[in-house]
């Protein structure tokens, strides 16, 4: 904190309050360091020891008799904003005291007699260990800004890729979609599927859906990409000979803001109407309630056919594209924030294959953070295993998001001396 030289408090952006260099140049950082890795780093701990010693000298200031309504209020302010990091940062040292106590008592009990004793302390040690590491993600989560459409619905779409023979292709983004409706219900989400194509062999040429509820773009932005399917084919000539196949499909997450502003000049659009191809009863090819959209200066085309209703399937259409104009300008946006070092992930690389999921060995692969797991049906029946393994790349994402933030403020701080 800081005195302006006419008397009014001014608060020191985290930039001035830092004043420290960062190790992370000279030192080799590992593929998959965690929580704990980064906390542990000499330049995070200086950094926010700088920022705690700032939150006492706020605390203190606030206390004194000579500030006028304007100081009060910049000093409040940044005090509640300095609190939570303060008090995590001290959480998180007063665990580590309690870990050094137990690992000194580990010491000392060696003999047989306290085998009991040594055990148990050694589980409440592991226990501590995991409780550290989260308040770490906690830390950071407080010291990295929020993602600017992490709260936002999205529109998910699901398309089937090609192979040399068989349609796995088809039966994989089948079995996709329904693991992001699993995992939308499993999250307690809204999903509302806004376009079907079904392939003639029982799988999914293609499909879209809007998802709304709680962060559904924070823990769907990083399912975007081309998925790898490597399996033997139930039927055919392959299922008999017991050759693997290798199929792909791609997903697209675009964010969707509630309040969607694009214009759109009619005269840019082409709607063309057809008969559905899906499920729907008597209904299906007796009316051209399908929608198709064609945006002519773009090219991009959407199509909905879930509703009865032409004028209903039209209005969720231009809803659709929209999002998709929208979704441009923040793929500009993106990528103008993305380092050459960050994560390749969600619409920023929708060609690049992200994930393998390899029937034959039961492992599913995140090429992204080299992270193995198994038991793909638990993972494709979209609860508890998918969950797990987004959140593993949500870990993974916000440690590379505080080295990067650091490593700009070091170069901020270069740039100032």
């Known amino acids: 904190v800081g005195l302006h030289n006419h008397g009014f408090w001014r608060p020191k ?52 008799d000579s500030l006028n309504d304007f100081e009060q209020r910049n000093l409040r302010r940044r005090c509640a904003n300095l609190s939570p990091i303060a008090a995590a940062f001290q959480e998180i040292k007063e665990a580590e005291r309690e870990v050094q106590e137990l690992e000194a008592m580990c010491r000392e009990l060696d003999s047989r007699d306290e085998k009991q004793l040594l055990e148990l302390a050694l589980e409440e040690k592991e226990t501590l260990d995991k409780k550290i590491n989260v308040m770490c993600r906690k830390l950071f989560r407080l010291l990295v800004p929020k993602g600017k459409y992490d709260r936002s619905p999205v529109v998910l779409e699901v398309t089937a890729g090609r192979t040399t023979g068989g349609d796995i292709c088809q039966q994989f983004t089948k079995e996709m979609f329904e693991m992001y409706q699993n995992y939308a219900d499993y999250k307690r989400w809204t999903f509302d599927i806004v376009n079907y194509v079904p392939a003639e062999i029982g799988g999914l040429h293609h499909a879209a859906a809007r998802i709304s509820g709680e962060d559904v773009y924070k823990y769907l932005k990083y399912e975007g990409g081309t998925h790898r399917v490597q399996r033997i084919p139930e039927m055919g000539m392959s299922s008999r000979m017991q050759r693997i196949h290798t199929g792909t499909m791609s997903v697209i997450v675009l964010p969707q803001p509630e309040e969607v502003d694009v214009k759109v000049d009619p005269k840019d ?58 979704q441009q ?71 590379e998001a505080v080295t990067e933030y650091l490593e700009n403020l070091q170069a901020f701080e270069g740039r100032d001396c």
């Open 269 to 326: 659009l082409r709607i063309d109407t057809f008969r559905a191809k899906g499920a729907g009863g008597q209904h299906v090819n007796k009316t051209d309630s399908a929608v198709r959209i064609v945006h002519l200066p773009t090219g991009l085309a959407v199509e909905c056919q879930q509703e009865r209703s032409q004028q209903m399937n039209k209005e969720i259409a231009l809803q659709t594209l929209r999002a998709k104009l929208y």
């Open 329 to 399: 300008i923040v793929e500009k946006q993106l990528s103008e924030e993305q380092s050459a070092r960050k994560l390749q992930l969600g619409t920023r690389a929708q060609s690049e294959r992200i994930r393998t999921y390899n029937f034959t060995q039961d492992r599913v692969t995140d090429h992204r953070i080299s992270y193995d797991a198994r038991n793909i049906k638990e993972i494709l029946s979209g609860k508890e295993a998918l969950d797990k393994l987004i959140n593993r790349l949500l870990e993974f994402a916000e440690t």
């Open 13 to 64: 952006s985290l930039l001035d309050t830092a004043r420290f260099t960062l190790s992370f140049n000279s030192c080799r950082r590992k593929n998959h360091q965690d929580s704990q890795d980064l906390w542990k780093q000499e330049a995070v701990q200086k950094y926010l020891e700088t920022l705690s010693k700032e939150y006492q000298q706020v605390s203190h200031l606030l206390n004194a």
